[in-house]
């Protein structure tokens, strides 16, 4: 009998993903979708609320926009995809950034962003967005 090739390539791609990567690119999806769910629920929200739902309205709006950002980063993530590397860092610096805006309030977000930046730029993990 012959045997049937297995495809290789970038489908062999998830399997060299670090443990790190995939726990990261979970959490970075399921963050996604708590936006979404988030932004949905504001903009289905403004219009119960009079005047206010103006407000709510745009803060839906911009969850949900969030939510997408958070959703794509995440599936790169899973992909190993270099851009998604590159966008992780941004976000987690800009998180970074607004956390030390007011550290007492956001300990916790600020020593998160901190560890996923600094693995992320472990010498291993960064060559292997490459």
Request: no cysteine; net charge neutral.
């Amino acid at each position: 009998m012959t045997e049937i090739p297995m495809p290789e390539g970038p489908v062999g791609a998830p399997s060299d993903r670090p443990f790190g990567v995939t726990i990261l690119a979970l959490l970075q999806i399921l963050s996604g979708l708590v936006w979404l769910v988030l932004g949905a629920t504001a903009v289905l929200a403004a219009g119960l609320v009079g005047f206010l739902g103006i407000i709510l309205l745009l803060a839906g709006a911009v969850l949900l926009i969030v939510g997408i950002i958070g959703l794509i980063i995440g599936f790169g993530l899973w992909g190993m995809r270099s851009w998604a590397w590159i966008w992780a860092i941004i976000v987690n610096f800009i998180s970074l950034i607004i956390g030390l805006t007011n550290p007492a309030q956001n300990v916790l977000g600020i020593i998160i962003s901190l560890i996923i930046i600094i693995y992320l730029m472990t010498p291993d993990i960064r060559s292997r967005f490459r």
